[in-house]
């Protein structure tokens, strides 16, 4: 069975920084991209980034440039998405998506989310 | 703003139909496969038509998508009270290195 799997939900405060991570299993890991999506509070889905777990190539939207690192362990079959100093309109619900086909926007299995919550 | 434009609230009534649509550009929906997603309340969003209007296994023939130009159309017929939810298109946009995109989403009610 497919799945990925999660870190758990994080408190932190403004100027900290964050690492959360998306196992996956049941699958070849480094046979699918990884996206990760944002979802603030109350609003629609945002698509931030894509990492090939395979050689870590990573693609970002110019709204998360420079502000997130998407990185990946293919060891260890893990995705991660990482803030340096995070503030606190990076409250959101963040997910992990994979990629299923090779050209289509198919994002066929979804972690259940990481919620992260950034105040003073 | 979204690039792609969606009603933000759609409603039916059980049993009956409604049609969701996704408006894009040349660079976006026009040269590239669109998928729709459902997202049910405090839950993670679902595939639910993939290269324009393909289902995945264990997806309802109710469920349909369609493209025409620069605009997808995603169709529910047989409305069901479970099938309340937020509904996102999403393709990639070749003007900035194939990035994607999703719609502002449509919130849908079964009245």
């Known amino acids: 069975e497919v799945q990925l799997v999660q870190s758990g939900a994080e408190v932190k405060k403004p100027g900290e920084s964050l690492r959360i991570s998306c196992k996956g299993s049941?699958?070849?890991?480094?046979?699918?991209?990884i996206s990760w999506v944002r979802q603030m509070p109350g609003k629609g889905l945002e698509w931030m980034g894509r990492i090939d777990p395979s050689d870590s190539y990573t693609n970002y939207s110019p709204s998360f440039q420079g502000h997130v690192t998407i990185s990946a362990d293919k060891s260890i079959s893990t995705a991660y998405l990482q803030w340096s100093s995070l503030k606190a309109s990076d409250t959101a619900m963040y997910y992990c998506?994979?990629?299923?086909?090779?050209?289509?926007?198919?994002?066929?299995?979804w972690g259940q989310g990481t919620l992260v919550t950034v105040s003073s | 703003q979204s690039v792609l434009t969606q009603p933000p609230s759609v409603s039916a009534a059980p049993g009956q139909k409604v049609t969701i649509s996704c408006s894009g550009s040349?660079?976006?929906?026009?040269?590239?496969?669109v998928s729709w997603y459902q997202q049910l309340p405090g839950t993670a969003p679902k595939l639910l038509i993939y290269?324009?209007?393909k289902r995945p296994s264990g997806i309802p023939d109710r469920f349909s998508g369609s493209k025409s130009g620069t605009s997808a159309t995603l169709g529910i017929t047989g409305l069901q009270t479970g099938d309340e939810a937020d509904y996102y298109c999403g393709t990639w946009d070749s003007s900035l290195s194939a990035l994607g995109v999703f719609g502002g989403g449509t919130k849908l009610t079964v009245l």
């Open positions: 998506a994979r990629l299923s086909g090779l050209y289509g926007f198919d994002f066929d299995y």
């Open positions: 040349s660079s976006n929906i026009g040269n590239n496969y």
């Open positions: 049941g699958y070849s890991f480094t046979s699918y991209w």
């Open positions: 290269e324009n209007n």
